[in-house]
């Protein structure tokens, strides 16, 4: 597999040409297959172990992957566009209470459900309210002049993006000091958390999808805290939850 993955690597990433990998290749290929060939005659000798093990955990990571696609499919035909979104809370009669409430959303160009949630539900306004996106660089560190990003939407509406390499562990309680470099006026004592949660439902006959669907329903129990990985404030953060039937 290794050495599959170099050639594409090598083809694709235009390093080589198609024909030079091949040739290159070529002879570690059929030397790993000679060694594949005399271990097959080890597998009733107690060589099914590890391919049983590694068949398991292949399956785990593929259920994964599958009820992943599934609910971000699903979630993606709710998106509202944000900058639509903020027009029309112009001329909204919603409640305004006093405080900055950040949503953290992967996407800073749509509404975050714990946003549309909160205000369905509790039918209220923050007079500042702030989409929070966390960026993973491909870079070990991020450089501190570009830790955050604030741009101003309208009178109650803000974008912040906090950017972290990805050797660091993501900080948002202390990448906030940076936040106020870049324009954010905020108290912390008036401010809340907002998470949004989606908790995958699985209903319908048990067929062979339906047993790939609840074994993610289940490693969704096990998945970690974002609010730990993240490292928010406890005593500020408000968790939102949706049922997604998959």
């Known amino acids: 597999v290794t050495t599959i993955l170099a050639c594409l690597y090598l083809i694709y990433a235009g390093i080589l040409p198609k024909a030079l990998a091949l040739l290159l290749v070529g002879p570690i290929f059929a030397l790993e297959a000679v060694f594949l060939a005399s271990n097959l005659t080890k597998v009733l000798d107690g060589g099914f ?6 068949a398991g955990l292949g399956l785990v990571m593929w259920a994964w992957w599958r009820g992943t696609q599934l609910v971000l499919v699903k979630a993606h035909k709710q998106l509202v566009p944000l900058e639509g979104f903020v027009r029309s809370m112009a001329r909204s009669s919603a409640h305004v209470v006093p405080g900055t409430a950040f949503f953290l959303s992967p996407d800073a160009d749509v509404v975050p459900s714990a946003l549309l949630h909160n205000l ?43 950017r972290f390499g990805f050797m660091e562990t993501p900080n948002v309680s202390r990448a906030m000091v940076e936040a106020r470099k870049a324009g954010l006026k905020f108290d912390v004592m008036t401010s809340s958390f907002f998470l949004g949660r989606r908790r995958p439902v699985v209903s319908g006959p048990l067929t062979v999808r339906r047993m790939l669907d609840r074994l ?31």
């Open 49 to 54: 172990v590890p391919l049983t093990v590694a």
């Open 120 to 162: 369905k539900h509790n039918r209220v306004l923050h007079s500042q309210n702030i989409i929070l996106t966390i960026e993973t660089l491909r870079t070990p560190t991020a450089d501190p002049a570009e830790r955050a990003e604030y741009e101003a939407l309208g009178e109650r509406f803000g974008r912040l993006t906090l």
């Open 216 to 246: 993610y329903a289940i490693l969704t129990r096990f998945a970690a805290d974002p609010s730990d990985f993240y490292s928010l404030p406890r005593d500020r953060l408000v968790e939102l939850g949706e049922r997604v039937t998959v």
